[in-house]
């Protein structure tokens, strides 16, 4: 069975790298890649990923919520996980919402304190993962990830300790 998930995963892995999903018409000559479809698989990957190698629970809500899994340890606590992806390759990530009542129905705005614990970061170039606590992101809307050299992020690269 996990052969069968580990092959799944590198599947899934190759595909995000290759541009999975259709591509939504062009914007300047360029063509739009499908982000959610992007996201989507991040999770996928994140949820595999916990279940495989951290031997986590892992919960999807069935209702849109601020956060996309909770996941749950061994002493049963629990955690709500915000998953956001990049192909970037820049280091830059974006870590807030889209339009709403917050931003006034345009612009982006920051999560709510309280409404994710952790933010689950894909860098998808490199296949790394960051679990940077909400706490540590404040009110920030985007960060940027170094790549090259020791951040301010560079602790949460990999840890899997706050589970």
């Known amino acids: 069975m996990n052969d069968f998930i580990s092959q799944t995963v590198k599947e899934v892995k190759l595909n995000i790298k290759s541009g999975p999903g259709p591509k939504f018409g062009k914007q300047k000559g360029k063509k739009v890649k499908d982000t959610v479809r992007q996201g989507e698989t991040s999770e996928m990957m994140f949820t595999a990923k916990a279940l495989i ?93 170094s790549l090259k050299r020791d951040g301010v992020y560079t602790p949460y690269k990999e840890d899997w300790s706050f589970v």
């Not at 982006?108 to 909400?134: L, N, Q, S």
């Open 53 to 145: 190698e951290h031997n986590l629970v892992v919960s999807i809500p069935m209702v849109t919520t601020d956060y996309d899994l909770v996941i749950e340890n061994s002493d049963g606590v629990l955690k709500k996980i915000q998953v956001k992806s990049s192909t970037k390759g820049d280091g830059n990530v974006n870590i807030c919402k889209g339009t709403g009542p917050r931003s006034g129905g345009c612009g982006k705005y920051e999560y709510p304190e309280g409404a994710v614990d952790y933010f689950a970061v894909h860098d998808i170039v490199y296949d790394v993962w960051y679990m940077i606590p909400r706490s540590v992101t404040g009110d920030k809307k985007s960060l940027r990830i």
